[in-house]
């Protein structure tokens, strides 16, 4: 099973723009079709977007649309998370797993520690 590390959070001001990335280790990453999530305090890890092997078909949820960009380099075993016009109630933890491809379903249980936002208004 692939092992997830996630970073590049942080602080930001409502309207900025912030990239978070998730590096994999221990499988063949170029195989899976990837997704990132997010988990607000006192709510459920919520589905992000969602990005295939080839990186040609890439789909997000309606509250993230037209902001964010997922992306990946399969050379780097890596996928990308990049955030604009940011909104308070994007703050979250940030998580990235392998998806069912087409759904907002994560393949795995397991979780890594996954990377905090913070959108301060």
């Known amino acids: 099973q692939v092992q997830l590390v996630e970073s590049g959070g942080g602080l930001v001001q409502a309207g900025g723009s912030l990239r978070v990335s998730c590096a994999a280790s221990g499988g063949t990453f170029s195989r899976y079709p990837m997704g990132w999530f997010r988990q607000a305090p006192g709510k459920e890890r919520e589905f992000v977007a969602g990005?295939?092997?080839?990186?040609?078909?890439?789909y997000y949820s309606d509250s993230v649309k037209g902001r964010f960009t997922i992306s990946r380099d399969n050379a780097k075993n890596t996928v990308y998370l990049q955030m604009n016009s940011l909104k308070p109630e994007d703050t979250a933890v940030y998580y990235c797993n392998v998806v069912n491809w087409g759904t907002t379903a994560s393949r795995f249980d397991s979780w890594g520690q996954g990377t905090q936002v913070t959108v301060s208004s």
């Open positions: 990005i295939s092997t080839n990186t040609v078909s890439v």
